[in-house]
């Protein structure tokens, strides 16, 4: 089983191929890798290499001492260093999307491409306000349906403020810094992020972005339109 010993933190990984440049998968909110794993096959037809990875506190990853989304960010380019990749197209699924976000603001020189599902970079009140619940809700081990494992309640609370903490310190200031192509993918009716309109803030403040909404879809488009999202990120990386 695979780990990158960063010093602060040991990350859980898992990858396919070898070679300078990675296709690269970051997960939701409390999830982990693990999911992607069955979609090396598929996108190694593609990329020379492809690789996933749990946050700190999350899935295999061990816990740490302190969250926050610029940690995520700098986990992620010091997990790309110990495994000799020097560039990524990163592909960042909702929360996972935040961190990519943070990632090219932090990175912009390790980003061939980055690639946002069902993500914003600022949230209004009232989803602000749902984030902290989620937060103080995790602290008793259950988010609605969901178990928070006590290993992980940490890393998924400093998950859900800073989600929440995008109304008052959103990243859609700091978007126009980002150069590299960006890929905004989003479901119109995605009840999680509210529908489409943070991803159009997104790709109005992305200086080199496509954006497309899928205005029949849910959260999550790379799972639930599997098809049609990997056509369409196939072309736009050509």
Known sequence: MPYADLGDVTIHYEESGDGPLAFVYCHGLGSNGDGFVDEFGFWRQHFDRVL?????????????????????????ARLLDDRGIRRAVALGVSWGGVVVQQFAIDHGERCAAIIIDSSSSEVNLASSEGWYRQGEDARSGRVGERTIEPQHRDSFIASARTVAGLREHPLTPRLSGITCPALIVAGGQDTVTGGAGGSVIMARNLSNSLLHIFQDGTHAI????????RALVIEFCR
């Open 52 to 76: 996933t990875w749990d946050n700190r506190g999350l899935g295999r990853s061990s816990r740490a001492d302190d969250y926050s989304l610029p940690l995520y960010a700098s986990d992620l």
């Open 222 to 229: 790379y799972a639930h339109k599997r098809d049609e999202f």
